[in-house]
């Protein structure tokens, strides 16, 4: 099982939609978690962290699943801006010495009129 | 602040040729990274820094090597190019581990 999974999508969805991801990780020792947008031929940017009590940005929300080992990222009032692909980013923390945060393969969303 | 910045934005290199690919942030972090991005692959991990002087292998460290002299810069070497290293690359930085990570514009790089 990879660490790390996405439905890569993509999600279509018109503007005004609420549409949701979730990205699942196997390591119950990860300490931090975020989500990252990537619009075509760009580098990624931050989205947003994820914290163990939920956080929210605007028609933006994260939450994390400890228990059941996931995150989510929930966008409402979907924008043609927010055509892009999210990556959600799990941080093992050390292991033996190493730290190696692991990306997911991201999820295309595709909003349309 | 210019954040993380990268040179080259495009690079195409002969099989066996060796170049250095720049990384520098400005803004006093500790860690800094590299990653390769391959489509279907996601990002993958090549080599990472916690420090100057620090250096450790990530997930796909063969055939690259960095050095971190200073807290600002963090170049990538690529050692004898190969097709295979076809990919683009982009640095990233973080206060420190843990952290949210900045990411350089990438550089485009084709291994003929």
């Known amino acids: 099982r990879k660490e790390v999974e996405q439905d890569p999508g993509p999600f279509n969805v018109p503007e005004g939609a609420t549409v949701a991801f979730n990205c699942t990780y196997s390591n119950s020792a990860s300490q931090s978690f975020f989500w990252y947008r990537q619009d075509c031929r760009k580098e990624p940017k931050l989205l947003m962290s994820?914290?163990?009590s939920g956080n929210e940005d605007g028609r933006f929300t994260a939450q994390l699943n400890r228990a059941s080992q996931y995150i989510s990222l929930l966008i409402r009032d979907s924008k043609l801006s927010d055509s892009a692909t999210y990556l959600c980013v799990v941080n093992p923390g050390p292991s033996g010495g190493s730290y190696i945060p692991t990306f997911g393969r991201g999820t295309s969303l595709i909003v349309h009129p | 602040n210019a954040g993380v910045t990268q040179t080259p934005k495009f690079q195409v290199l002969k099989t066996g040729q060796s170049m250095t690919l720049q990384c520098a942030q400005d803004m006093n972090h500790e860690y800094m990274s590299w990653y390769r991005q391959d489509p279907g692959m996601g990002l993958r991990l090549i080599h990472y820094?916690?420090?100057?002087?620090?250096?450790d292998q990530g997930e796909v460290p063969n055939g690259y090597n960095v050095s971190r002299s200073t807290t600002e810069d963090f170049p990538l070497r690529l050692l004898s190019a190969a097709p295979s290293q076809t990919s683009v690359y982009f640095c990233?930085?973080?206060?420190?581990?843990?952290?949210?990570?900045?990411f350089g514009p990438g550089t485009r790089l084709t291994v003929l």
């Open positions: 994820v914290y163990s």
């Open positions: 820094s916690v420090g100057a002087g620090i250096t």
């Open positions: 990233a930085s973080s206060r420190r581990r843990n952290n949210e990570q900045f």
